[in-house]
């Protein structure tokens, strides 16, 4: 159902890329949007690898949102990890392609708890989480990619 990556050469191991997936604080999530046209914007995510999901969030309403209620399928792409290795001067870059299901989160406990895991990985400590969440929590809405698919590959940007 899914393409391959077409280069074997480039692929990267699925280990590497959920590793990338894992590290990465930023990602572009592209969805149907308007009128037959993709929409990809950029967020900030956490992946969990355990249950194959990757949670962000967002407003309650607008683009993004509208897009999922009409299409749940979504394309997540991050890349990184770029280096330069000894024998050449362009960069190499890895990127991962994520493709799955994307669910908008019902108002709760399970959202908060995610909203708390989310923003652990970009607040510096747990009392700016929880004044955060305690301060604008209720305006979030969270939202839930099911990985169906993901390969990773690395290039040199020549």
């Known amino acids: 159902m899914f393409r391959t990556i077409r280069k074997k050469k480039n692929e990267i191991s699925i280990d590497t890329a959920k590793t990338l997936l894992q590290s990465s604080r930023r990602g572009v999530l592209a ?29 309650r309403a607008g683009h993004k949102v509208d897009a999922l209620r009409a299409c749940d ?4 792409t991050v890349y990184g990890n770029e280096t330069i290795k000894e024998e050449d001067w362009a960069p190499f870059v890895q990127s991962v392609v994520v493709f799955g299901r994307c669910h908008l989160i019902e108002s709760g406990a399970r959202a908060t708890t995610l909203l708390k895991r989310f923003a652990m990985k970009y607040y510096p400590s747990e009392q ?31």
């Open 31 to 59: 969805v149907n949007g308007d009128n037959g046209y993709p929409y990809a914007i950029p967020i900030n995510y956490v992946y969990d690898d355990d249950a194959q999901k990757i949670y962000f969030h967002g407003a």
């Open 73 to 76: 399928k979504v394309c997540f």
């Open 128 to 158: 700016l989480v929880d004044e955060e969440i305690a301060h604008a929590g209720k305006a979030v809405q969270m939202f839930e990619i099911d990985v169906e698919y993901l390969s990773g590959k690395e290039i040199q940007e020549r």
